[in-house]
């Protein structure tokens, strides 16, 4: 008895991890759209370093989500305004590695996902994303 | 029959024997080249049949015959650097045939040419594979190679028989003018302070000194070395180190600092490297283009064109605890034992004041200011300092 009970204790933590690991897309997107311009105004760098960190790990999970839901058009156009609003911000233009499995996966239908945008911030996605494509598969030298 | 102490003595001999041999091997390896042997294809290729000489891998061209369809393999008979593109005709033997066979017309043993691109923003499709199975992680040194050798067995209008890496006049050429100073014409300077008369006002000449008191020219005193003629900084650690300000302080780590500021973009480009590369050659540092692809490789790379890692030195290692430690002109590579490529950059001036320049310039370390770098360190593999390389 004693060790069902212990079983059922790990087979349950086993389940709340997942359960914690695996984030619903309306999660993301809930959490994609806390993410906005007034964000990063009057913010000292400790905090901006913070700011930024959380968008990182958001955008991790969203474009995980955003290549295995093809048709969630909310949550890629969520991904794509974070993205924009961390690129303005970022001197190292980071967001451009974390949005390549998005690219990667279908490259006319990211650039369609990013035509509507100003074309100041199209260009800024699109070269970001090229930019780490090239470094990953060429590197940097 | 033989004793405890014999057999001690036999397994220490066979221990030591293996060890050498272990030492042997690995040091013989690290100095293979990367020797391009098999190529894989990345994505669906035009199989070119090149006649009459002539290259031509534009859209629609006559030239492509077959397509060599993903997952293919072959092997590297013949590269070919193209002198506009400067991209790579590579000539391979097709060794299996991938993809949907039903598309294509490639068969096993067909010798066709392919398209190595190394534009910027176009991927090339293909993968090289070494002698030892490996993936080649930097391909354009070893085409680079395997077209000086096939160079001269067939002089090809359009094809650069003997490619090499960018020479020091080329990187002059294609860098950005030397901003010159601001310098103001005194006639046309305005004296900004109107309680004092225009007589007074001299827009060239240095402030005026106040009154020198015993105190502050014993300070003065200090701070210069008499010998050297050399100012202390109290608050540089780095003052007393001949070594570490002649070369910080040198007219060429200067002039490559002025180089890179002057060149860098506005956005990171992801050519690290190769900005601080451009820098070190048009300024003098070194005398060849070092030829890696990845920041990672710095520390080797440059060690090759004579440089020194500060970090070798373990009177420095103790010294040097962030990038804000580096002195004034050294070069930092940052690596965190993963397959990405790594940081390099130049540090502009002396602990905090300075900044961080390679293809863009920040004034935040690599290690605190990159989110990728935070997000590693995040993950249990944090970002490092593995090279501050200075040229002795």
């Known amino acids: 008895m004693k060790h069902l009970n212990y079983i059922i204790v790990v087979s349950l933590l086993w389940g709340a991890c997942f359960a914690q690991a695996f984030k619903t897309s309306q999660e993301v997107v809930a959490k994609l759209r806390t993410f906005q311009a007034q964000s990063f105004k009057n913010i000292d760098a400790k905090a901006k370093f913070k700011l930024e960190d959380d968008i990182v790990d958001t955008l991790v999970d969203s474009v995980k989500l955003a290549v295995k839901e093809p048709q969630n058009s909310e949550l890629r156009s969520e991904v794509i305004r974070v993205s924009v609003l961390f690129l303005r911000h970022d001197d190292t233009q980071y967001a451009g590695e974390l949005l390549l499995p998005l690219y990667e996966k279908n490259k006319s239908e990211f650039k369609n996902l990013i ?7 199209s260009r800024m996605v699109l070269e970001a994303v090229e ?5 990953a598969s060429q590197g940097n030298g | 029959m033989r004793t405890l102490g014999e057999n001690l003595n036999l397994f220490k001999k066979v221990t030591r024997l293996s060890m050498a041999l272990v030492f042997i091997t690995s040091s013989a390896l690290a100095d293979i080249t990367e020797e391009l042997k098999d190529l894989i294809l990345t994505g669906d290729l035009n199989g070119h049949i090149v006649e009459d000489n002539k290259f031509d891998f534009t859209r629609g061209s006559k030239t492509a015959k077959k397509v060599v369809p993903r997952g293919s393999k072959g092997q590297v008979l013949e590269v070919k650097q193209l002198k506009k593109t400067k991209s790579f005709a590579v000539k391979i033997r097709i060794s299996s045939v991938g993809g949907n066979r039903g598309r294509t017309t490639a068969k096993v043993n067909d010798e066709v040419w392919v398209y190595y691109s190394t534009q910027k923003g176009r991927r090339p499709w293909v993968k090289f594979k070494d ?3 490996q993936t080649v992680q930097d391909p354009a040194v070893g085409l680079i190679a395997h077209a000086q050798r096939d160079g001269d067995a067939l002089a090809i209008p359009g094809v650069v028989a003997h490619p090499e890496l960018p020479t020091v006049e080329e990187i002059i050429e294609n860098s950005e003018p030397e901003k010159s100073e601001v310098t103001v014409d005194p006639n ?3 004296n ?8 007074a006002f001299c827009p060239t000449c240095p402030e005026l000194a106040s009154p020198r008191t015993l105190q502050s020219t014993k300070t003065e005193a200090l701070n210069i070395v008499s010998l050297t003629n050399r100012v202390v900084d109290p608050n540089n650690p780095w003052s007393n180190d001949p070594e570490i300000m002649n070369y910080s302080n040198s007219a060429q780590t200067q002039k490559m600092i002025k180089h890179a500021m002057n060149n860098k973009s506005r956005r990171p480009t992801g050519y690290c490297y190769r900005f601080v590369k451009r820098s070190l050659v048009a300024s003098g540092v070194v005398s060849k283009y070092p030829p890696g692809g990845h920041a990672r490789d710095g520390v080797k790379d440059l060690k090759a064109q004579g440089m020194k890692n500060l970090l070798d030195d373990p009177k420095y290692k103790n010294k040097i605890k962030s990038y804000r430690d580096v002195p004034k002109g050294m070069i930092i590579v940052a690596h965190n034992g993963t397959s ?3 940081d390099i950059v130049v540090k502009t001036d002396w602990g905090a004041m300075g ?3 390679s293809d863009f310039f920040t004034p935040n370390p690599y290690t605190e200011g990159s989110p990728k770098a935070r997000r590693a360190a995040r ?5 490092k300092i593995t090279g501050v390389m200075y040229k002795p």
């Not at chain 2, 900004?192 to 007589?199: A, L, V």
């Open chain 1, 115 to 121: 035509r509507n945008l100003p074309a100041a911030d």
């Open chain 1, 131 to 135: 930019n780490a494509s090239r470094e």
């Open chain 2, 131 to 133: 002698e030892i199975g």
């Open chain 2, 188 to 190: 046309l300077a305005k």
């Open chain 2, 192 to 199: 900004s302070d109107r309680k004092s008369t225009e007589g």
């Open chain 2, 340 to 342: 990405a490529s790594g």
């Open chain 2, 355 to 357: 900044g961080y320049v």
């Open chain 2, 379 to 383: 993950a249990g593999k944090p970002y």
